[in-house]
């Protein structure tokens, strides 16, 4: 009865606290993608020809985020009978925004007009537990194109 | 030290290739901050800590790649990537690796 009792606490806690979390989250990276608009962000290998007399350096943003309990179960559930694990993938879907977002702050900061070669790097980091998805980190890197001043 | 993910320099004309360079980190955390983790693992949101202790290695990963190009004579490094593995329960390893290269201005 007691464990029943702990499990539903941390269930109600992890199901309230990640959803404020992660709906606060949605808000912010929502306002500083319209904020960073302006600085285009491309896989492409190669810059435009329009490029060719701009700096370049390397950029990077990361970020680790953790699960809560709530998504924890309810994955652990949908592990039973199959299909889309929808609390992973909000999770995944923060954390990229979010790395891309660092990034482009990061070339902002540098004066970038845009960054090339985006890539992405994802990491679990597992958690005492051992076995399920303890936090996730997703690091966005690129180069940054700089424009010259005098010439 | 030029540092850059793509094949080419803008406005420069790579000269001569040095080969592959390297560097690479493990780090662990301190238990701490993996207790606060645990805590967050509940609650759900970022973790601050870690996010600060992979950015720390990914900038000392770089900079012994840098020294490493330095050593060998180059001036830039291009076509760098990044790898994270967790090597152990609690430490990962960031391996950074790119081409040492001899630019000029065009």
């Given at each position: 009865?007691?464990?029943?009792l702990v499990f539903l606490t941390l269930l109600a806690l992890g199901y309230g606290f990640g959803r404020l979390a992660e709906s606060r989250h949605y808000r912010s990276i929502i306002?500083?993608?319209?904020?960073?608009r302006s600085l285009l962000v491309m896989p492409d290998r190669m810059p435009p020809i329009h490029f060719q007399n701009h700096g370049s350096t390397l950029v990077t943003g990361s970020v680790v985020i953790s699960v809560d309990y709530?998504?924890?179960?309810?994955?652990g559930l949908r592990g039973l009978f199959g299909g889309r694990v929808g609390a992973y993938e909000s999770l995944l879907d923060r954390a990229r925004?979010?790395?891309?977002?660092?990034m482009q702050e990061d070339a902002r900061k540098l004066g970038a007009e845009a960054v090339f070669n985006l890539k992405f790097e994802t990491s679990r980091i597992a958690q005492n537990a051992g076995q399920g998805l303890g936090s996730v980190e997703v690091l966005a890197y690129g180069t940054a194109l700089i424009p010259v001043h005098g010439r | 030290m030029l540092i850059s993910?793509?094949?080419v320099v803008p406005g420069k004309k790579i000269t001569t290739h040095l080969g592959l360079v390297q560097g690479s980190t493990v780090r662990a955390k301190h238990a701490g901050?993996?207790?606060?983790?645990?805590?967050k693992n509940i609650f759900g949101g970022e973790l601050k800590g870690y996010t600060e202790l992979l950015s720390e290695s990914r900038d000392e990963a770089l900079q012994r790649l840098s020294e490493q190009a330095r050593t060998l004579g180059a001036n830039a490094v291009i076509n760098v990537r990044f790898s994270t593995s967790s090597i152990a329960a609690g430490a990962s390893?960031?391996?950074?690796y790119g081409t040492a290269v001899i630019v000029e201005d065009r």
């Open positions: 009865m007691g464990q029943l306002a500083r993608e319209d904020a960073l709530f998504k924890t179960v309810a994955a925004r979010e790395a891309i977002l660092r | 993910n793509m094949e901050r993996d207790i606060m983790a645990g805590l390893e960031i391996f950074v």
